[in-house]
């Protein structure tokens, strides 16, 4: 959905959930990811997302930390450049991930 603006209305991060930057693919369907909180996680695409959403380094998506190993999480959402860059513009993404 976009606005008059040109603004679209993007999926933000829920609950425990937050923003992350894929720095490294390390095989198969792990990640590693930079979060928001500061903390670098291994990141796995879960099965709904495996073969439809693929997953390039610097890109920005939601990230849930695992209630039991708070070093891993699981990916929520990938943002494609647009709405990556429109995340930057309204200042969603601080300083660490808005590279």
């Known amino acids: 959905m976009t606005s008059e603006s040109g603004r679209r209305a993007l999926r933000m991060p829920e609950g425990d959930e ?20 500061g903390k670098n996680r291994m990141g796995r ?3 709904r997302m495996k073969f439809r959403t693929w997953i ?24 494609d450049g647009q709405d990556a860059d429109q995340l930057r513009r309204e200042g969603h993404l601080d300083g660490d991930l808005s590279a």
């Open 18 to 37: 937050q923003f992350a930057l894929v720095t490294r693919h390390e095989g198969g369907n792990h990640v590693r990811l930079q979060c928001a909180d």
């Open 45 to 47: 695409s879960p099965g």
């Open 56 to 79: 390039n380094e610097r890109d920005v998506v939601i990230a849930e930390p695992w209630d039991w190993d708070d070093d891993k999480a699981n990916i929520e959402w990938r943002y």
